[in-house]
């Protein structure tokens, strides 16, 4: 059920200008009832001017004339015909003025840890231009060489779950047009909560610590061979006998 505009603001005119249930008004500003009696006790929306339904065309009196004399009586929001077929505004993402310095920060992180994203993805994400992006990926922007990587996250410029949705939906894209894909940008394409329930990979494969006892055997080998060919040192000293030394002690 739509909800009127202003809601908390409304639910104050209907408590102090109709006999109306608490009920009944919260049900239609889509707040708590509790809330509502809060209103009517001062202890909620203290100093909060009452916005008129009536008179922005948002209830008839009618209406609330109907409700008041009926306690099981839900209030309608009116009908605009003007709003029938209303799209949502296309184009960037209005960005508080005090955080459009941080924007090109921001978007350099994304150009360096998500290099997946496209342009029009990133600029839903922070709000800006795409020459803007394409001048930080070619790095011709004029104030690049003073730009340091800041994630837009942490700079409330997006939300994580849009950030997450946007890196899914550029895996869905990239897999399906078949592009190869290493394992470290596998790990970028999947979202925070993913990413941080993996478990760590091994820098160094299992098989090699296989190959570093079976060279440590071969080099003993290789030792023990060489050991063999080298003849002892003794040898030198234990000469045979020859016919010679015989007939030098004859004479």
């Avoid at 003025?97 to 990133?122: G, M, T, Y």
């Avoid at 990979?201 to 296989?210: V, W």
């Avoid at 003849?231 to 010679?244: Q, Y």
Wanted: charged share 30%; net charge negative.
């Amino acid at each position: 059920m739509a909800k009127p505009i202003m809601a908390k603001a409304t639910a104050v005119w209907l408590v102090d200008n109709t006999t109306l249930s608490f009920l009944q008004i919260a049900d239609f500003c889509g707040l708590h009832e509790l809330e509502v009696q809060g209103i009517a006790d001062g202890d909620v929306a203290a100093g909060v001017k009452g916005f008129d339904p009536i008179a922005n065309n948002q209830l008839t009196q009618e209406e609330i004339s109907a409700a008041e004399g009926d306690p099981t009586k839900r209030l309608k929001l009116k009908h605009n015909p003007a709003a029938i077929g209303e799209e949502k505004r296309r184009g960037p993402r209005y960005t508080p003025l005090s955080k459009r310095q941080d924007r090109p920060n921001s978007i350099l992180w994304l150009v360096k840890f998500h290099p997946e994203l496209a342009d029009s993805q990133i600029a839903k994400l922070v709000g800006t231009t795409k020459p803007t992006i394409q001048s930080i990926r070619e790095r011709t922007h004029w104030n690049i060489a003073n730009m340091q990587p800041i994630d837009p996250v942490a700079l409330g410029l997006c939300k994580q779950s849009e950030l997450d949705a946007a890196v899914q939906k550029a895996a869905a894209k990239r897999a399906a047009e078949g592009a190869a894909m290493t394992d470290d940008e596998r790990r970028k394409l999947l979202s925070t909560e993913q990413s941080l329930g993996m478990e760590a990979e091994p820098k160094i494969p299992t098989a090699i610590s296989g190959l570093e006892a079976f060279s440590l055997a071969g080099d003993s080998s290789d030792e023990d061979e060489e050991d063999k060919s080298v003849p002892d040192a003794d040898s030198f000293f234990n000469l045979p006998d020859n016919g010679d030394e015989d007939d030098d002690d004859d004479k």
